[in-house]
Every structure is written in C-alpha cells, then in structure tokens.
C-alpha cells in the first residue's frame, strides 16, 4: 500500500483540518496550563526557569482510590528525580474517561512546555505508569537520550513484550511531532470507532505508529533498559531479555492476573528503598552505560552501510534493466 493510500496517512490528514482537532488541542493546552499549579515541578521562583541541568523531566499519573503501593513507589520515582535534577510532573486528577488521562496529560506537559522560550524548556519526557518501582537511583534518565546530532530524528524511545508496544514507560521528545502524534492518539476512536483497541489508548498509539511517516522517528530499544519485567523466580537464572537485572533503572509490573500485583511491588520496594550495594550501581559499573553506547555505536553503523549500498543496489537493479531490455 502507497503511502498516499495509507489509511493512517489518510486519518492524520483529516486530523489537521478537522474543527474538533483544532478545539481538541486548543481545549488541551488550556487545560495544561490550568493544572500547571497542581504538578510538582522544581522552578527557580525568582527567575521562572528551570533549576535543574537535566534535559529530561519525568510524568506520572495518580488519582483515583487511594492505593499506598502506588503512593510509596511514587515516593521512589520522587527521591529518583530530586537525585538527579528531574522535573517532575505528577497529575492528581481524571482528565478524560478509562486509561485516556495518560495521553492527555503527557500532551498537556509538552505543550506547556512548548510555550516556554526555547532556552527554558526540557528536551524529553519520560513517562512511568502507576505500577513501576524504581530500583537504582544512580541512573539518570539522561543517559537514555540519543546521540545528538546523528539521531536527533528520533522522537520516541519505546519498547515491546510479547504482546507487542507496551507504553508503560517510554521516553518521548517534546515537540511537534509529539503533539501531532498525541493528539491523534487522543482523536483516534473519534475518527476510527469501528477499530477495535485492545489496549485502549496504547493500541491507538500502536496504530499511529504503523504509519511510515511517525515511524521513521521511533527507536525500539532493549526492553530492560528502563520497561524491565520482574526476573525470573529461579535462582541463578540467567535473565531474558525483557527481564530485570541487577543495576537496571527499575521494574514494571504490568498485568495483575492473580491479583497480587501489590504483593509483589512490596517485596521489591522493600529492597529497592535498603538502598545497598548490590542493587545501587552506576551505569558505567553495571554495563548499561556501555551497552547504551553500543546499541547506537551499532545503529550508527548500520545506517552508514544501508546507504553505501544503495548505490550498488541501484546500479544493479540499472544493469538489470538494461539487460532485459
């Protein structure tokens, strides 16, 4: 299918000239403004802008019954961004209906962002669900960010499971990609009723994406770098690829089949707020440093070999033609 077919292509098109877009966006950015006062961002109170030299600014959403396994692990993601110069934006009340608050409100903190001078905004969000638990606080989120000025296309660091995209934690940069790309989200069901979304808005996500136009900008990274799953119950098994590993920035517990997710979150934060030795390493000690570098060392490299060989493909591909002709 062309890309001119393209039924994602065709939705975001509409998106722009659309009445209910344009409100829906206006509508947003008011609303970012308006709970601006309810979010815990560090500011500097006599000049406004940031105190922090960080790039990154984290976001989180809690609201609803009171649940203290969430509080106490939103304490940890708390004492992680006051360690490394993180603002961080906490949103405390329903946005939209379901799971709809998250694409809301990570919208609604780019575009105030976005409002900002460009020397006074953050580069990139980072975004964490309600049910992950930070294990080492010596990492920076800073290091997650891609070389610059080789990647500065890339707007979206995710990850996937066996399911697929899983947007419980990703990084995401704030500009206009990002609002484009989250403002569809937001409008999808609108303008798709009849696609199912499995996954309520991060199949909406997933569905944007597919478009070759906004996947040209994301980067699928290994899944333990920041979205690891809880190791494997067996002792001295050697961790699989979506799994937690010792220095890893944290775990996501999603799914709660049993309904013991609680349970499990308590056992590890239990080890996460010891604070020893075994579980608190820097990145360059724990390998991730030099396994970030890698991955981008490597994609680097790739990139360099596609391109030398399209000319050879195109002068074959010419031969061929002429051959045949």
Request: a neutral charge.
């Amino acid at each position: 299918m062309s890309l001119q077919q393209s039924p994602i292509r065709a939705h975001l098109r509409r998106l722009s000239k659309n009445k209910f877009y344009r409100i829906l966006a206006l509508a947003l950015l008011v609303t970012s403004l308006f709970y601006a006062s309810k979010f815990d961002i560090r500011f500097d109170i006599l000049t406004g802008r940031r105190t922090s030299t960080s790039v990154v600014g984290k976001a989180h959403v809690f609201f609803g019954e009171p649940n203290p396994t969430y509080e106490r692990a939103l304490a940890l993601q708390e004492a992680h961004a006051k360690r490394n110069g993180h603002p961080m934006f906490v949103c405390r009340e329903k946005i939209m209906s379901g799971l709809w608050t998250k694409p809301a409100f990570i919208l609604s903190v780019i575009l105030a962002e976005l409002a900002k001078p460009e020397n006074e905004r953050l580069q990139w969000l980072f975004w964490n669900d309600a049910d992950v638990v930070l294990m080492n606080p010596q990492i920076s989120l800073d290091v997650f960010v891609p070389p610059s000025p080789e990647f500065d296309y890339v707007n979206l660091l995710k990850t996937h499971d066996r399911h697929g995209l899983n947007n419980g934690v990703f990084l995401i940069r704030i500009n206009e990609w990002s609002v484009k790309v989250l403002t569809a989200v937001l409008a999808f069901h609108h303008f798709k009723p009849m696609v199912e979304l499995k996954y309520s808005e991060q199949s909406a996500l997933d569905e944007i994406l597919k478009d070759e136009n906004m996947r040209r900008s994301v980067v699928r990274v290994p899944q333990h770098w920041f979205n690891a799953y809880p190791p494997s119950a067996e002792e001295h098994a050697i961790p699989r690829a979506h799994e937690f590993r010792v220095g890893d920035l944290q775990i996501h517990f999603a799914g709660n089949r049993d309904g013991r997710r609680n349970d499990r979150m308590m056992a590890w934060m239990e080890i996460a707020e010891q604070q020893t030795s075994e579980t608190i390493l820097p990145p360059e000690q724990s390998g991730l440093e030099d396994e970030i570098h890698m991955f981008w060392q490597n994609r680097t490299a790739g990139m360099i070999a596609k391109r030398s060989t399209l000319p050879i493909l195109e002068t074959v591909i010419e031969t061929e033609l002429l051959n045949s002709s």
